[in-house]
């Protein structure tokens, strides 16, 4: 019988000869399925193996070799990191076999159905820990016979066989052997395993959500890190509650269209021309209008939930006012169009345009200083009322930049013409922009008008090789009534 070193290597010889040339690329689909089941089947095998050694190992194994223990021995002789050599410690600690003190014999594993699945190739080393780890968290409440069951239950899952649950036996189909539909269901995933083990350990251990639950609130954190490269770095952990909550907001802020089937999005027709005939306008063969990435779009989704918190009746006051983004900026800078504001509590000065930005929304104070003693205070009311916001968001229902379908009441109204060069407060001047389109508004290439009181748009030259102004057009119910003279709010 060959050694397993030599058995070893024959197999990578094999995988040598299988990797060779081409041969993998001139497969058929078929060929490719089967090809990627054969590769997992031996990766799982050879994880097994991998576990197994590191499970039969003493103490001492690493030492005898020079490392300071078995992760470190992983890393060098396996050519892991430290993560994957951990995870491969903990799957050992589970399916190993202790050796009896009294009679000298090898003990069951403590998940000794699962050790078999693993060895077997049934169960790979993910899917071993998606199916141990969450019972083992409740290790200390449930007892021996229970883990028993939701062991051999958890292994039948992964091979896909009928589950052995002798208390829950009941003859489904009527033939009187009990066992369902008596065939066998595909193999189980690393995430299927993870979902049944999370049910089993709720079924096993019903007070278990508590303690846990009290851990979870000791960490839940949210660290806000120094500026670096121009952004500050957000760290943390929520409760599941709050990234539930956090996740409904950001869903009804980047996917408005969640509640049904696609909407076909925002039509636009040519300014003098009929204001009802289609117009191809959109020359970017990607059709690409927002090139944000999903990590850009949540954190543009926080910006708007914190922006309309912050103007929230309920919000708590701070100094007596609602919470307010204070950005100071010399007059004769915001005037020119040119130079820098800073912000309260950063570490750097921003952009010009993000002090216009914030003014669009608010309010601008005018403090007049004579050698650091203020010597004059004035406001300028420029923000819309709430009247004036549900019209503005009747009329136009979303943000005004194309293919942008954040809905109007979670966006920030725009002063068409600047408030500071005479542009009123009033629905004729106002549109609805999106947190991100609002603040890109001046380097997008994206330009507003009013006509009548109705918006145009005329985008960038990648978007509209005519550069014509457009007036945007909603393919929905809400258009239809606009036409024919009726706007239910």
């Not at 696609?262 to 021309?273: A, E, K, N, R």
């Not at 209008?289 to 918190?309: E, N, S, W």
Request: some cysteine.
């Amino acid at each position: 019988m060959n050694s397993p070193a030599v058995a070893l290597a024959q197999v990578a010889a094999g995988l040598r000869d299988l990797l060779s040339g081409d041969a993998l690329a001139g497969l058929s689909d078929a060929e490719r399925a089967e090809a990627l089941a054969g590769l997992g089947e031996i990766s799982r095998l050879a994880e097994a193996g991998i576990v197994e050694t590191v499970a039969t190992a003493d103490a001492e194994f690493g030492h005898r070799f020079g490392c300071r223990g078995m992760n470190g021995m992983l890393r060098r002789v396996v050519l892991v990191d430290a993560s994957a050599a951990a995870r491969v410690i903990r799957a050992a600690e589970a399916v190993q076999r202790e050796t009896s003190l009294v009679s000298g014999e090898r003990m069951p594993a403590r998940w000794p159905a699962l050790r078999e699945a693993l060895l077997d190739g049934a169960v790979g080393l993910a899917g071993l820990l998606a199916a141990v780890c969450p019972l083992e968290q409740a290790r200390d409440r449930i007892t021996v016979e229970q883990r028993m069951w939701a062991d051999a239950n958890l292994a039948a899952f992964a091979r896909g066989d009928v589950l052995p649950d002798a208390d829950h036996d009941h003859d489904h189909d009527g033939d009187g052997d009990g066992d369902g539909d008596g065939g066998r269901a595909p193999r189980a995933s690393a995430e299927d395993l993870k979902q049944f083990a999370a049910t089993l350990a709720i079924m096993l251990d019903p007070d278990g959500a508590e303690p846990a639950d009290q851990r979870a609130q000791a960490r839940r954190s949210i660290t806000i890190g120094r500026l670096r490269d121009g952004v500050h770095p957000i760290r943390g952990n929520l409760t599941p509650e709050v990234a539930a909550q956090w996740q409904l907001i950001e869903d009804a802020y980047n996917n408005p269209k969640v509640g049904g089937a696609p909407d076909t999005g925002v039509h636009f027709t040519l300014v003098d021309d009929d204001p009802y005939s289609d117009d191809a306008f959109n020359s970017d063969p990607r059709k690409r209008i927002d090139p944000r990435t999903p990590a850009q779009k949540r954190h543009d989704a926080l910006a708007a939930a914190l922006g309309i918190a912050a103007r929230h009746s309920e919000m708590p006051t701070l100094g007596g006012a609602a919470p307010t983004l204070v950005v100071h900026v010399d007059a004769a800078d915001l005037a020119a169009g040119t130079g820098w504001a800073t912000l309260p509590g950063s570490d750097t000065a921003v952009p010009l345009h993000v002090a216009t930005h914030t003014a669009c929304t608010g309010a601008i104070q005018r403090v007049l200083f004579d050698q650091g003693r203020i010597v004059g205070i004035t406001t300028t009311d420029r923000i819309f009322t709430v009247h004036q916001r549900r019209a503005i968001v009747a009329r136009d229902q979303e943000c005004l930049i194309p293919g942008c379908h954040v809905p109007a009441t979670w966006c920030e109204i725009h002063h068409v013409i600047e408030h500071a060069r005479g542009g009123p407060t009033h629905t004729d001047n106002g549109v609805p922009l999106c947190w991100w389109h609002h603040r890109s508004l001046g380097q997008s290439g994206w330009e507003i008008r009013m006509n009548a009181g109705l918006p145009q748009i005329r985008g960038p030259a990648w978007w509209d090789a005519e550069q014509k102004w457009r007036t945007p057009r909603l393919s929905t119910l809400h258009a239809r009534r606009r036409r024919d003279g009726v706007l239910r709010i």
